[in-house]
């Protein structure tokens, strides 16, 4: 993460993960798709509590900075047994931990880059072996004017993109207590506000529209940890708003939401090689808007066990996870999983999974006026996965690959078409997403210098199986392309770092009928470092070279995207740790 710390989650997933991120421009809203699934099918996690938007479903990762995180990982298939309603396709995990006894930590940062962009960073640590404390703060700011030919127009003149600008502040304040040898209390605060004009597409003339994000996320967390058990006993409370301006067809609206989830949870072991998981979740969600008839709001309760054996020396692991749950409209469809491990030959992993997943209807699928559908159904389906995991090793050489296969049938999908004068949301389409995966990673170490090659590649074939509309049957989801591949080749020599890396996304298509197509495109970056330490500070200076071939390409059609571009900067940090030994 230290090499994009000064950028968002978007930007982190689009050159390091097999998935698509849909980007509606430089500073629009980024989302991510996962085995072609929707942009509402990956459950976006924060510390375990999920922060997708409770009116719309998505969740925008150009809102989430790399600084504010300390892990990220992105779990592939779905997983509803375990993370409730949105997890169909998958799951985004970001993590922050609590670290004891590391005294004093300082850090600063700021980068420059094309188009008038900066960004500035700082974060302070202190912790002993009983207290944590950390807090982080961000601003970023930008005009994001850049150059692009508009192939909308005629004679495909080269302009310059107008009505761009962003902002963007926030921080984050952990505290963690470490109470007796068996408890630790975690307390966490975020607030953050973005503000940002949105472009006119290559087709519009003008486009005076504004959005204003506001939120905070706050969360508790008691663990204790015994002998035999460990439990967790958490609630988070989210209150977002949101106000979006149109000038020029005088649209004006505010709208919000509230969130509460309170939930305990305790790992039992009760054999040797025996683990069982029995949790309990409550959730609160509301809503308002200018486009509601009145606040709404969903209480839900869930339960959810799961059960996990291992074999000696783990030579095989099963897992059985069940999840159920109820709201004002009843019984959610109860929710199995079952994935397992095996060894078979040293090194040589052989792994499996199945469940079934489902997503709730949004406040917005329900309550919109006019349009909103409280009749909907929820979307569900059954998702499949099989695959090798391999790792070789040598004295000087490591070489790894996973190679896997997946199946997604989903029901019910929601999808919005016009009724008379409007929109509304209807139970029509059933969707049959499948394909292959392949990941490896080549790692060499020659004294001092190691180098790393890395590549993910996709298949996804995801088509329409039932709809209303007969001419997409059977044809390719939109914005979901075939075939996408990222590689990245690590150069490590002493503290210095240099990395390349390649994206290449096949042809997506913008109509059901796949009659209107976005072009493949290809992307190269570079990103180089080098550390200086001195006492205990290190300097890190950094250059960032995006899309060094100036290629052309959209990620949303007729959204310009820029050229080639720069970033460059500094991050100082300082670690005084008393009594530090050598």
Not at 349 to 361: D, E, G, K
Not at 437 to 442: A, C, H, Q, S, Y
Not at 498 to 508: G, H, L, Q, R
Request: aromatic share 16%; hydrophobic share 35%.
């Amino acid at each position: 993460l230290k090499s994009f710390s000064l950028n968002n989650i978007g930007q982190l997933l689009l050159q390091n993960a097999s998935a698509f991120i849909k980007t509606n421009g430089i500073t629009g809203l980024s989302s991510v798709s996962v085995r072609g699934t929707g942009t509402s099918h990956t459950a976006v996690l924060w510390n375990g509590f999920n922060i997708q938007n409770p009116m719309n479903g998505g969740m925008d990762l150009s809102l989430i900075p790399v600084s504010f995180i300390d892990i990220v990982a992105l779990q592939y298939n779905g997983i509803s047994a375990l993370y409730g309603s949105g997890a169909i396709g998958g799951a985004l995990h970001l993590s922050t931990i609590a670290e004891f006894n590391k005294g004093l930590d300082v850090s600063i940062g700021g980068a420059y880059g094309s188009f008038n962009n900066y960004a500035s960073n700082f974060k302070i640590g202190w912790s002993n072996q009983k207290i944590a404390f950390k807090l982080k703060v961000l601003y970023a700011q930008g005009e994001n004017n850049f150059p692009f030919i508009n192939i909308a127009k005629y004679g495909a003149p080269k302009v310059r993109q107008s009505h761009n600008e962003m902002s963007n502040y926030g921080a984050t304040l952990e505290n963690s207590y470490k109470i007796g040898n068996k408890n630790v209390l975690n307390l966490r605060l975020w607030y953050q506000n973005s503000r940002r004009n949105i472009p006119p597409l290559m087709t519009q003339e003008i486009n005076l529209a504004e959005q204003d994000d506001e939120f905070i996320r706050s969360s508790v967390e008691w663990n204790r940890k015994g002998e035999k058990y460990n439990l967790y006993v958490r609630s988070a409370f989210f209150y977002e708003e949101y106000e979006y301006k149109e000038p020029e067809k005088d649209i004006f609206s505010f709208s919000g939401s509230t969130s509460s989830v309170t939930e305990a949870e305790i790992y039992f072991k009760i054999f040797p090689f025996h683990t069982l998981n029995i949790g309990m979740q409550y959730k609160y969600t509301g809503g308002f808007c200018d486009y509601y008839l009145q606040k709404h709001s969903q209480n839900e309760v869930a339960a959810f066990l799961s059960y996990n054996i291992s074999g000696k020396n783990e030579k095989w692991k099963i897992n059985v996870s069940m999840r159920e749950g109820y709201s004002q409209k009843g019984f959610y469809p109860f929710l199995p999983s079952l994935s397992m491990d095996v060894r078979l030959y040293k090194e040589l992993y052989l792994y499996a999974n199945v469940s079934r997943n489902f997503r709730m209807p949004t406040l917005n699928d329900m309550y919109w006026y006019p349009g909103g559908n409280t009749e909907l159904k929820s979307e569900n389906g059954y998702a499949e996965e099989l695959g090798l995991k391999h790792q070789l090793s040598w004295e000087k050489l490591k070489f790894e690959y996973t190679i896997s296969g997946f199946n997604n049938n989903t029901q019910n999908w929601i999808i919005w078409l016009p009724v008379f004068s409007y929109w509304s949301p209807q139970n029509i389409q059933a969707v049959w997403s499948r394909g292959a995966e392949l990941d490896i990673k080549l790692e060499a170490n020659v004294k001092k210098m190691k180098l790393v090659f890395a590549d993910k590649a996709s298949y996804v074939k995801a088509t329409i199986q039932k709809s209303n509309n007969e001419s997409s049957i059977g044809r390719q989801l939109i914005y979901t392309p075939e075939f996408s591949n990222n590689a990245s080749l690590s150069f490590f020599y002493r503290y210095f770092y240099f990395n390349f890396n390649f994206e290449y996304f096949s042809k997506s298509y913008t109509s059901p009928d796949n009659s209107d197509f976005i072009k493949a495109y290809v992307i190269g970056n570079v990103y180089l470092s080098k550390d200086f330490h001195y006492k205990s500070f290190i300097f890190n200076l950094f250059l960032q070279l995006n899309n060094i071939w100036d290629q052309e390409y959209q990620s949303i059609a007729w959204q310009a995207m820029p050229g080639f571009n720069l970033k460059t900067g500094i991050q100082i940090n300082f670690n005084y740790l008393k009594n530090k030994t050598k």
